[in-house]
């Protein structure tokens, strides 16, 4: 039975919330339409196809990661930010890795395109946490990188299952965070 009240955003949500059960790679349309109880041409009302809804679930992704790690960080600054932050990427890309997934296949399309926006403010949050550090200000867009890029890259090898080796994983990652504040207190 087709659900009522579809929109774009519950078509988007819908698609975000599959590809965290099977994977992003895997997300079509035809298993979209199946679970939202529509024939697919139906999904083409809300989406023009399978590059727009896999663009608006990287925007949505973005966008939830960035909220995490801005209600992670109210408050708090130094190592205390840096770990809030860290923990709330982490944890979203475990909870939801399908749409996780989505953040990285994507590039803008212009400056105004909503994936670009929701890139941009989903960055706040870091950009926040180096402000409590004393990175020199043309060295922000390398520590944001930086650390970006390791929380990420931790983030995303641990929700394909790539870490198996006998030592705990939660101890990895306080290790690294503890790399990354070392590293950032360093450049003052």
């Known amino acids: 039975m087709p659900r009522a ?13 599959l590809a965290d059960e099977i994977g992003f790679a895997a997300l079509s349309m035809g298993a979209l339409a199946q679970r939202v109880g529509v024939r697919t041409p ?17 925007t949505l992704a973005l966008t939830e990661a960035g909220e995490a790690m801005g209600a992670a960080i109210q408050g708090l600054a130094g190592r205390d930010a840096l770990a809030a932050a860290a923990h709330a990427l982490r944890s979203f890309a475990l909870e939801h890795p399908g749409r996780y997934a989505a953040t990285v296949s994507f590039e803008p399309l212009s400056p105004d395109d ?3 926006l929701a890139a941009a403010e989903g960055l706040r949050p870091l950009r926040a946490v180096l402000q409590g550090y004393d990175v020199a200000p043309e060295q922000s867009t390398h520590a944001l990188r930086a650390v970006r890029s390791m929380f ?21 990652f306080e290790w690294l965070i503890d790399l990354v504040d070392r590293g950032l207190r360093s450049q003052s």
């Open 114 to 116: 909503p994936l670009a």
């Open 5 to 17: 009240g579809l929109d774009r955003a519950s078509v988007v949500a819908a698609g975000a919330d």
């Open 152 to 172: 990420h890259g931790f983030a995303s090898i641990q929700s394909t299952g790539g870490f198996r080796w006998a030592e705990d994983v939660d101890d990895s």
């Open 42 to 58: 139906s999904l083409y009302k809300h989406v023009e196809n399978q590059a727009d809804l896999n663009r608006a679930i990287a």
